[in-house]
């Protein structure tokens, strides 16, 4: 069984930073893309950030410049760093992540983080 578990979400001004996490942890032989959604009230889930195996990243232009998505292969963990964060950045953010177990790749989610950016 493979899991998802994200970290780091909360309330936090506008124009502050918050860092989310994610680990997966499991039955897994390897992992391919990573990535962030995220999904505010009454809209659709959106991609936020992805990330390859081998570093290459694409944004969201609504965040470009602002995020920044790493990760570190030997802990299987995802990282999305934010910076001067805005009231429309408040959301679930949702890691997600293409996983390699038994000889099948899955689609893998975390059960979400609320990021909130409020005076």
């Known amino acids: 069984q493979v899991q998802l578990v994200e970290s780091g979400g909360g309330l936090v001004q506008p124009g502050g930073s918050l860092r989310l996490s994610c680990a997966a942890s499991?039955?897994?032989?390897?992992?391919?893309?990573m990535g962030w959604y995220r999904q505010a009230p009454g809209k659709q889930r959106e991609l936020v950030a992805a990330?390859?195996?081998?570093?290459?990243?694409n944004y969201a232009d609504s965040v470009k410049g602002r995020f920044t998505i790493s990760r570190d292969n030997a802990k299987n963990t995802v990282y999305l760093q934010m910076n001067s964060l805005k009231p429309e950045d408040t959301a679930v953010y949702s890691c997600n992540a293409e996983i390699r177990v038994r000889g099948r790749t899955f689609d893998y989610w975390g059960q979400g983080t609320q990021v909130t950016v409020s005076s």
């Open positions: 990330i390859t195996t081998g570093g290459s990243t």
């Open positions: 499991g039955s897994i032989f390897s992992i391919k893309a």
